[in-house]
C-alpha cells in the first residue's frame, strides 16, 4: 500500500507562483512515474505534468513553459513548479502514482486558486 501526502496549494494572484509537492510513502512498491492531474467542477480530471523514474516529463500544452516537475533523488517525492498562473489553472490538483506493476495510487487534492 502506498500513501500519498500533499502540500502547497493556496491562493495566489495572476502571475504568481505556487510549489506542489507529493511524498509517497509505504514499502514494497517501485514506482514507474509519478504526476498531477487537475480537476475542476464538471470536467472531468486531466494530466498537467507526468515524471518517469527515468527521469523524462510529460506536459499538457496549457502548462508547457510555466509549469516545471520533478522527482527527488529518493524517486518519492515530486514537485510541481507553477509560475506565471492565471484563473484557468484553477482547479483541485492531484498527485498519483504508479508502480512498476502498473498499480495508481491518488492524493487527497490540494485546491488551487488563482485571482484575476
Known amino acids: 500500500q502506498v500513501q500519498l501526502v500533499e502540500s502547497g496549494g493556496g491562493l495566489v494572484r495572476a502571475g504568481g507562483s505556487l510549489r506542489l509537492s507529493c511524498a509517497a510513502s509505504?514499502?514494497?512498491?517501485?514506482?514507474?512515474?509519478m504526476g498531477w492531474y487537475r480537476q475542476t467542477p464538471g470536467k472531468q480530471r486531466e494530466l498537467v505534468a507526468r515524471v518517469f523514474s527515468s527521469g523524462s516529463t510529460a506536459y499538457a500544452d496549457s502548462v508547457k513553459g510555466r509549469f516545471t516537475i520533478s522527482m527527488t533523488n529518493a524517486k518519492n517525492t515530486v514537485n510541481l513548479q507553477m509560475n506565471s498562473l492565471n484563473p484557468e489553472d484553477t482547479a483541485v490538483y492531484y498527485c498519483?502514482?504508479?508502480?512498476?506493476?502498473?498499480?495508481?495510487?491518488w492524493g487527497q487534492g490540494t485546491q488551487v486558486t488563482v485571482s484575476s
Open positions: 498519483k502514482v504508479e508502480t512498476i506493476w502498473a498499480s495508481e495510487y
Open positions: 509505504g514499502s514494497g512498491f517501485s514506482i514507474n512515474a
